[in-house]
């Protein structure tokens, strides 16, 4: 059964404090591997596609990488306004547009 | 990317009602979307709204609870039939934007009492 996890479900950060969040994901045959950033009250945001081992993407202060088990969401010297739900959601092949969702880390940057 | 525009944008519905949420995607696409999320919970495939066809519900979901209607290809709808307390959740539109990627609306709050 495909199945997404993430860690950790909560993380409090400083400003300026980098970190990682993490997602492992099993799939059979993985089409491709999406990073969401969603708000209190609306809908997700789409952040990145990753499609195989060893790809990475950046904007801004994070940056995925992407492994055959799992992928990081890298948030580098993060502020305030970085605080929100990250959804980690993997493609099967042959799973046409469907997404299959982790339960998400909810991050929250002090100043 | 794909603009989607969902209505309404949260609601208060009384147990026994039915709400229909619109949703509408700027592009013609072939397929949509309808996702839910519990209070704290993330998000789960109701159905795959496809036009000119049945939709495809997921394990759990059953088309007398959550009739979809698709009428052309940037426009669908979702109806939650005879809603108790346990439909309140957040409901999702998704369309996709490119070859894998999915966009989403902002989300239909409901809220049975």
């Known amino acids: 059964e495909d199945q997404v996890t993430q860690s950790p479900e909560a993380l409090r950060l400083q400003e300026g404090e980098s970190s990682s969040l993490n997602c492992s994901y099993t799939?059979?045959?993985?089409?491709?591997l999406f990073w969401y950033r969603q708000d209190p009250g609306k809908g997700p945001e789409f952040l990145f596609t990753l499609y195989s081992a060893g790809e990475e993407k950046e904007k801004e202060r994070l940056k995925a990488t992407l492994t055959k088990k799992e992928s990081f969401l890298h948030i580098t010297a993060p502020k305030p306004e970085d605080s929100a739900t990250y959804l980690c959601a993997v493609q099967a092949s042959g799973g046409y547009n469907k997404l299959i969702f982790g339960a998400g880390t909810r991050l929250a940057v002090h100043p | 990317s794909a603009v989607i525009s969902q209505k309404p944008s949260r609601d208060i519905c009384q147990r026994g009602t039915s709400l229909t949420i619109q949703c509408q995607v700027d592009?013609?696409?072939?397929?949509m979307f309808w996702y839910r999320q519990q209070p704290g919970q993330s998000l789960t495939l109701i159905a795959t709204a496809n036009q000119g066809s049945e939709a495809t519900y997921e394990s759990g979901f059953v088309i007398d609870k959550f009739p979809i209607s698709r009428p052309n290809l940037t426009f669908s709808t979702l109806t939650v039939s005879n809603m108790s307390p346990e439909d309140s959740s957040i409901y999702l539109c998704?369309?996709?934007?490119?070859?894998?990627?999915?966009?989403f609306g902002q989300g239909t709050r409901l809220t049975v009492v």
């Open positions: 592009s013609q696409v072939t397929m």
């Open positions: 799939v059979s045959g993985l089409r491709g």
């Open positions: 998704s369309a996709p934007g490119g070859s894998t990627e999915a966009f």
